[in-house]
């Protein structure tokens, strides 16, 4: 008998376009994905929450800050206070931090310029809903596609990310794409059931395309909303 299909929301914003590439992932590896428009002041009843890359609001003032405004979001912050998993990709992890939902900040990419090419990235954490299905230290090839992936934090809250093991991804040495501090590629919040990353997860699931690896990520996440899902039943 085959597993239950836990329902996993994808937030979807004017300007979204990994949205199906997220719903896609996330079917292919045993979850129910559910679009969800940004507009949407309540979530369906679900177990996971993806927000998916893109250019929300075509990055006008700065990637994230108009998206951050929408009522969607604010019910993710209420899903992700009650311990609910929340996953944000590139524009979602833009959108999470400019919440208050994720420390620090994304800004424009240290060469200036968009970066769009497979990375490399060392897996620090084994112990969240989105690595359970790694080891630690594992190396995953994941592409990025970003213009603004320049993690940023000042030298404090660096220290308290990096002392609380805030940081579930890092850049391997030479991969680094946007100069962020501390080849940050990936952070949780204080209580590991939110993260974002800058690369794709949902592009690096069928080895076809030229790496499986980000389903590593993406079914970890579907591990941690059935489990979420059978507690709740």
């Known amino acids: ?12 914003f004017p300007g979204s376009n990994d949205d199906r590439d997220a719903a896609w992932a996330l079917s292919a590896l045993g979850a129910e994905p559910v679009l ?25 003032l700065r990637c994230g800050a108009i998206a951050r405004f929408a ?28 919440a208050g939902l ?9 060469s200036l310029s968009f970066v769009c090419r497979d990375v490399a990235v060392r897996v620090e954490r084994t112990d969240t809903p989105f690595t359970s299905r790694c080891t630690e230290g594992e190396r995953l090839v ?9 993690f940023h934090a000042d030298e404090e809250l660096l220290a ?31 209580a590991g059931n939110v993260l974002g990353l800058m ?9 076809l395309l030229g790496s499986g690896d980000g389903g590593l990520v993406i079914a970890s996440l579907v ?11």
């Not at 994720?102 to 240290?110: K, Q, S, V």
């Not at 591990?223 to 039943?233: H, P």
């Open 142 to 150: 994941i592409p990025v596609k970003h213009g603004e992936g320049c």
């Open 223 to 233: 591990d941690a909303a059935r489990e979420r899902m059978y507690a709740r039943a």
């Open 160 to 190: 308290e990310l990096e002392a609380a093991d805030q940081v579930l991804l890092r850049y391997e040495e030479g991969h680094n794409p946007n100069g962020s501090v501390g080849d940050i590629a990936g952070v949780t919040n204080a």
């Open 36 to 60: 969800v428009w940004h507009a949407d002041r309540e979530l369906p009843r679900v177990d996971g929450v993806v927000l998916p890359g893109g250019f929300s609001y075509g990055d006008y």
């Open 102 to 110: 994720l420390p620090g900040a994304l800004r424009a990419n240290e």
């Open 71 to 98: 009522p969607a979001v604010e019910a993710v912050g209420t899903f992700a206070a009650d311990g609910g998993p929340v996953l944000g990709i590139c524009n979602g992890f833009q959108i999470l931090c400019e």
């Open 1 to 12: 008998m085959s597993e239950a299909r836990p329902k996993i929301a994808v937030v979807v």
């Open 199 to 207: 690369p794709h997860p949902e592009h690096a699931v069928d080895p």
